[in-house]
Every structure is written in C-alpha cells, then in structure tokens.
C-alpha cells in the first residue's frame, strides 16, 4: 500500500477521494437532495477517474508492450464507459449519446487547445511529431465520419422505422470495432515506430509504476466505486441540471466529458507544459477517436444486454455538427505540426461557442 | 486481329465476352426473367468496360499528346457514361443520379481505399507524388463542391419552383464543362509538368497498344455493345434489386459504380501492387473527378435531347453529404503524399458505412 | 492638399467622386428614380473606398507599429461596416446578413481566385508564405465554425424562441470579438515575426503615405460621405433589384460585397501581378476574417443601439452552407503555398455557382 500512500502525498488531488463514501452515504439517507448529491458525485468521480488512469498504466506497464498498448486503448476511457453504462442502464439514451458526442468534441477542441494554450504561454512556438498527428487526427476524422454520417443521412428519411435504424446501428457498431481492431494492429504492431515518440513520452512522463497486485485491486475497487458513483450522478444530474438552469445537452456534452476526462486531462496539460506535446495531442485526439471508435460502438452492443430496449447511433443532427466541426478543425489544426498560444485560445474559443450554444437549448431538444 | 487474341490469352476476364451474347438472346427469349437479366447485364459488361478501357488508351496513344490526352480524359469513364445514358433514356433519373454520385464516392473512397491497401500489403510505407496528388485532390474538392453545393442550397428553398431549378441545372452544367475545359487546358498544355510522372507512368503500366484501326473498329463496335447490354441492365436493375433485396439509392451508388468502374479499378490495384501509387491515385481521384465534371453535366445536357424530360442536378441529401464527405477525405489523406494500408483499410469501411446505410434505406428515398 | 491632388492624377477612379454630389442631390430631386440611384450610389461608393483605404493606411503608418496595425484591422472594412450599419439603421437584416456573408465569401473566393488567376496569367507558378497563409486560413476557418454554427444548431430547433436566440447571438457576439482582439495581441504582438513579410511588403507596395492631418481630415469627410451614399444605397437597392431581377440575397451577397471591397480588391489584384501573393492572400483571407470576427459581431452589438429590434445571428441555411464551403476551400488551398491560374479560375467558378444559385433565388428566401 505504500506506492499508494505516497501518490496520495504526491496528488493532492486524491484527498477528494474522502467524498466518495460521503456521496454513497449521502444517497442514503437523502434521496431528493439532487443538487447536493449532483456536486458531490461529481468531485468524487474526478479522484476515482485519475486512480484509475494510474491503475491502468501500472498494470500496462507490468505486461509488457502488446498487451499493455492494448490495455491502455481499451480501459483508458473506462470512466466515461463505466459512467454512460451507468446512464444506459437508467435508459437515459439522450445522455449516453450527448456523452460520446461530448467527450469526442471536448477532447479534441478542449484538451487540445488547453494543451496548445498552456504550453505556449511557456514557449514561443512548439513543434511536435507532425506524422504522427496526422496520423492520429486521420483516424479521428475518419471514426468521426463513420459515427456521425448515418445520423446525418438517416435523418433525412423520416419514414424509416427505427427497427431499420437499429439494425443499421448494430451493423455499424460492429464495423467500427473492426476498424477499431484495425487500428490497434497498426499502431501497436505493425506500423508501431511512427507512434512511438509519444509512447515513450507517456512512460517517462508518468508517475513511478505500482506493484501489479496493488494495480489490479485498485482497478477492481475503484471502477465498482465509479459504477457505484455514476448511479448516483446519473440519477441527480436531470433535476440537479434544471435547479441549475443547464439544458440536458449541456450536461452530457460538458459536464460529463469533463469530469470523465479530468484525468487524462491533467496528464496532457502537464505534458504541454514540459513541452511535449506530442504525448498531449496523443492523448486528446487517441482519446477522442477511442471514444468514437470503442466507447460509442460498445454502448450500442451493451444496450442489448443492460440498457431497457436496444440504443441506435442516431445523434442530434446538432451534435452531429458539432463532433463533424471538430474533428475537422483538430484535423486541420494539426496537420501543421507547430503550435502557439493563440491556436489554443481559439480551439477554446469554438468550444465555448458549442458550450454556449448548448447552455441556453430547451430541455426537449437535447 | 493478333493482338487482340494476344489480349484474350493475357487477360482471362475477356472470357466472359461470351456473356453479351447470352444476354442479348436472353432478353429476347425470356424478359421477364429480370434477375438472371441482371445478373448476366453485369458480368457482361465488365470485360466490355475493359476492352473499351484498353482501346481507348491505344487510339490516345497513337494520336499524340495533346489530343490522346484529350481522347483519354472524355472516353475515360465511357462505360459510365453510356450506362448512365441508358438509364437517362428509360427516364430513371434517380438511378442516373445515383450513379453519377455514386461513382464519385467509389471512386475516392474504395478504389483509392483498395489501392492503399494493396499495396500496403506488399509495401511498408509507401509514398506518391504529393503536388500531383494535392491537385487532383484540390480539383476533385472543388468540381465535388460545384456539382453539391446547388443540391444543398436548392434543397433549403421549398417554394422554388421545378423551372427555376431546371434553369439552374442548365447553367451549372455549362459552367462545369467550362471548368472541366480549363483543366484539361492546364493539365495536358500549360502544367503538363506537374502531371507528367503519373502520365508516363501510366503508358509504362498499360498493355501494348493495339494498330489503330484495331483500337478505332473496337471502340465503336464496343460502345455499341456496352449500350445495348446497358439497356437491358437498366430495365432489368429495379426488379431484380427488389428480389434481392437492395434500394435503388444502393443499385446506383455501388453496384453501377463497382460494374462501371470495373476497369480502372483492376488497373488501379495491378500499379499500387507495383508500388506505383502516383499511378493509383491519379486514376482514382481524376476518374472521380472526371464524373463530377464532366459526365455528370454531360447528362443533364444530353437529358434535353435524349430524356423525356429535362434533368436536373438536385440530388438527394444524403448523397449530398456522402459525396462531400468522400471528397473532404480524399483531400485529407492525399494531402501527405504517404500511404499505408490502416489509411486504405479505413477508407473501405467508410465506404462500407455508406453501402450498409444505403441497403437498408427504404425503397422510395433513394 | 497636394498629394491629394497628386493622388487624383494617379488614381483615375477617383474621378468617379464627381458622381458623390450628383448622387446626393438625384436622392432630393428625384428619390423615386431606383435604377438610377442605385446605380449612381454604386458608382460613387467605390472611390470614397479607395480614398478612405488610403486614409487609414496614411494614419496607420504614422502614428506607428502596434497602434497603426490595430487601426488598419480595425479600419480596413469600414466602408462594409458603415454600408451595413446604414442597413441596420433602416432594419433591413436580411439585407445587413447577406452583406457580412457575402463579404466573407467574395474575399475568400473570388478575391482570392482573381488574384490566384491573374498572378497566373503573368507566372508560370507562384509561391507565397506558407505558414501565414496557413495561420490566416487557420484564423478564418475557426471563425467562420464561431459564426456560422450556431445558425446551423439553432436552426434545428424551432421550437426556440427569438429571445433565446437572441441572448445567444449577443453571448457569441462578445466571444467573437474577444478572439479578435487576441488574435490582433497574437499578430501584433506576440508572433508579430510570423506575419511581418506580409506587413512589409503591404506598406512597400502601398501608395506615398499622406501628412496627418490630410489623413485624419479626408478619414472624417469621407466616412461621412460613404454614410449619406450608403444610405440612398440601401434605399434604393431592394427597388433597383426587383427591376433588375436580382433576389435580395444576390444584392446582399455579391452586389454589396464587390462593392464594398473594391478598393481592397484593387490592392490585392496589383499584388499578385507583381508576384507579391503573400500580401495578396493577407488581404483577401485577413478582410474575410476581420468581417467574421469583427464586422458581423460589431454590428449585433450595434443593432441595440441603432436598429429598431435587436439582430441575431442566424443566417438563411444556404448563406451557412456557402460561408463555410469558401472557408474550407480557401484554408485547403492555401495550405500547399503555391499557386497557379487554374486555381484561380477554379475558385472563380465556385463563386460564380454561388452567384448563379443566388441569382435565380425567389425573393422571399433571401
């Protein structure tokens, strides 16, 4: 356990942690308290999400390199799963996609202009793996396209019966798993040297490895106190959403993906700010199009077994905007391989656009 | 006569010549039989679409330069072009819409994804002329954008009578064969340059050249084969595609695109397994290109003369964002100059997004 | 007065300012003559543009680096700033949106085009700053996403009401000019290095700079002029256009736009035909951007102020759809620093199918 005790030294953060038996008491003894259990949950979830990132590249590590690459890719958004399983389960389906759609266009238009802010408020210009970033950014837009454009075209056809849409939804889910698979066999196998400037990053950037007994017990614990925490916020978040006057769109594009992505959050902004940007954009856009090519697939597949009646990728054609725009523009960005402040700014500037956009939409159209 | 026995031993697919006959007969004999119609039309015309393929490449070369460039560039995708005319003069404007989009999105997304991967298979990483591709990718994007963007302005404006869209088409068509002069004025006089490795590339590639009364004879006798099976696929198609199963939108979109462009894509494929990529990608983009351009505004040109009534270039939306979104990526992925064979496996499973939407779209939205 | 009188010989457009009286005095004798006013108010507007430019480079340039670039980036759409706000002032939105999309769009399409293509005609291949060019389309992308977003999201919900669109608006409005004003920190300021070529050349290229007071003096007189012209202008236009046959979207999109950037036009055209296109694409990029961070932000502040209802900013769906395919165009085009007539005369008939889309659009959806 000492590893453990000397992380909590290190991170302040993990005092927090002291909130997640005070949230699942809490829900206890005061059901209706949606406003408290609403911020409680939350601050518990953001110490959960960073032990288990740590969790995670202790028992990579330990692996070996296949397998722990694996690992990584699979259980590095296991918050933001864990919590729309939550919500999937609760067949809340407009917050499960409003999450995916948010945590793809939160990564790679957030994370990533925080990064490039931070970074250059340090450093005049900052240079990172161009290829490597093209790269990833390809397999965002790519995972975005195949996510979003059935919405976009299914949309255009009102009188398909949503069995159509389902059995379209399935079959789609199950491609972009393949590609998925595709993916990790050309970055951890085949093609693994243009990604590996990043990768070596990660392992020196990180904190020192624990023992693989601790890491796998805390990966156990703390995702059962994740699920257990997500019931919780799941369920506050709707009336916590009204007393606070955010729509439910707000909620699920912004509230949920920035407490999901905390963690990884504070493992690129640091990054950034040792000048290492290529482990930064790895991490906003690997994680953006994980959650497009993993997360959201995997929902849909789980719906059948957890969630009260199947869930289809049909989006919001404004979330569709949205996550096309913002892969586009991370794209775009940085296809260039340099960076200053302002690039950041304006990436946080569209993104508060969006959040802006979403804050003041009526309930019924999330 | 020689070579085109020579042709016959060297290319076994020719055999299935043998097909046109059966096919003509059997529309005689049995025209209500309209799946074994359909599926004989088709094989039919894949050695057609070759042979026309290779005779239009040895008329271009023996008439020089300028004007076999010239030859190349308008008989290029004939085969697309008389199948299209075919279903134009049946009145199936939906179909020949569909190819025509259709032909577009097979074009820069499955044979560029297919030559990718092929190729990748063989190679590790393979690079390609960027400047040469960049233009094509730039021509593609903007011939793409003139040929949607009036779909989608169009589409907004409910009240705007038939006429005025037809007068639109007119002038758009006329507008877009302008362009496409200009670029055959800029890519075989005043820029040759820039063109020039994929061009000799291509003569290297290419099968010996036949004498030109050979070439000249099987052109015309070829082309007038290609429509008569046409016409008989054309009647045949919405039929057969309800026995099987499949929306006109999928008949146009895939399997007249995969049958017309059958040709360049076996010579597309043979140049990426020979690590000659420039080769690939220029037929793929400058094919998808040329039917944007050109054929495309062609049809509604001819739809005066040979249609029952005028066509016009509105097409459904969910085209139109396939489309654009097949343009948008091409430009992305070609825009490094370097291949591998994850970027070609993606390629094909946005293509296979888009085919497993079509299939399931209801008959009447197509 | 000298260099004024100086500027007279040299410049034979400015004979056209005769026409200023005579189009104020036709508005008293004769305010029912439409056509002719319009046209007359078209005629003088395009020589007090060019003085006025002149005017605020020659104040610009004295009063120094930082305050003379916050005064050029201020200053330099002025004449479309007043046009549109004497559009405001008669509460004719439609006519005052069409203006700032359109401007956005002839900068980005057919300034850019004319300058590719007549840059072209005179060599063979020209090169320009990349990384500007990149940073400038970088800048005009995003704020083209800030502006036009919005009306994409809030348009699919109809059930929003016009107050909640309208605290959106001026939420955006605000955001929009906070990342303007970064942006002039970053250009001015911190990365000044990046964009200095451009600068440099601009004021080589530029005429003999007036003393102060002639400056400031013809700055007031002729701001005052283009206000009084703007004013019959936008009188006269809704009538002229009906006579003319022109939809009010094609009047706000390519009529007011050509005419308010004439002068700019001017500058960038003898630019590229002395190979300096870095300034060129300077000037049609950065006036596209300073439009859509500034002039269109400005004027939804203003519309408070001097409007009778406050604006919003939601476009028609078509002008978005233009907005943002001209943005994507020109950050792709430019992405690559070179150029030659084809791209020029590509991105004219994009502009012309534009135009021609517009042109045939009945009335009532502009």
């Known amino acids: 356990m000492k590893p453990l ?21 809490a829900a206890k003894v005061a059901p209706a308290a949606h406003t408290l259990l609403f911020v409680l949950s939350v601050l518990a979830i953001v110490p959960l999400a960073a032990l288990l990132s740590h969790a995670t590249e202790s028992v990579a590590e330990k692996t070996g390199d296949a397998v722990g690459g694996l690992l990584n890719a699979t259980l590095g958004n296991l918050t933001e799963l864990v919590i729309a399983m939550a919500a999937l389960h609760a067949g809340q389906y407009t917050l499960v996609k409003a999450s995916v759609a948010g945590a ?14 931070l970074g250059g408020l340090k450093y005049h210009v900052q240079e990172y793996n161009r290829a490597g970033a093209r790269l990833h950014a390809g397999l ?46 050309f970055s951890l196998k085949t093609h693994r040297e ?17 023992p693989i007994g601790l890491a796998l017990g805390t990966l156990a614990v703390v995702t059962l106190l994740v699920a257990l925490v997500s019931e919780i916020f799941v369920e506050s978040v709707q009336e916590a959403a009204k007393i606070f006057g955010m729509s439910p769109a707000f909620v699920g594009f912004v509230v949920v993906a920035l407490v999901g992505g905390a963690a990884e959050m504070t493992v690129a902004l640091s990054a950034a700010r040792k000048n290492r940007l290529d482990l930064s954009v790895g991490i906003a856009l690997g994680s953006a199009s994980q959650i497009a090519l993993f997360v959201g697939p995997v929902l849909v597949l789980l719906s059948y077994l957890i969630g009260p009646t199947p869930m289809d990728l049909q989006f919001w054609p ?48 999330g």
Chains 1, 2, 3 share one sequence.
Do not use: C, H
């Not at 243009?194 to 624990?210: K, L, N, T, V």
């Not at 096309?324 to 569209?350: C, N, Q």
């Open 194 to 210: 243009i990604f590996a400037g990043a990768e070596q990053a990660q392992a020196e950037a990180g904190e020192p490895a624990w």
């Open 318 to 365: 404004g979330a569709v905007v949205m996550v096309f725009v913002s892969t586009l523009v991370a794209a775009f960005i940085t296809s260039g391989g340099r960076s200053a402040w302002f690039i950041g700014a304006l990436l946080i500037l569209i993104y508060a656009v969006f959040a802006m956009t979403l804050y003041v939409l009526p309930p019924q159209s």
């Open 104 to 117: 793809i266009v939160t990564n790679s238009l957030f994370m990533l202009g925080a990064s490039f802010l």
């Open 5 to 25: 005790l000397k992380e909590f030294r290190r991170n302040p953060l993990l005092w927090l942690l002291a909130l997640v038996p005070v949230v699942l008491v």
């Open 140 to 185: 965002l837009l790519l995972a975005t396209i195949a996510l979003v454009s059935p919405s976009a075209i299914a949309r255009t056809d009102l009188a398909a019966g949503a069995v159509m849409t389902q059995k379209l939804s399935l079959g789609l889910a199950v491609l972009l798993i393949v590609g998925y698979g595709l993916g990790l066999l």
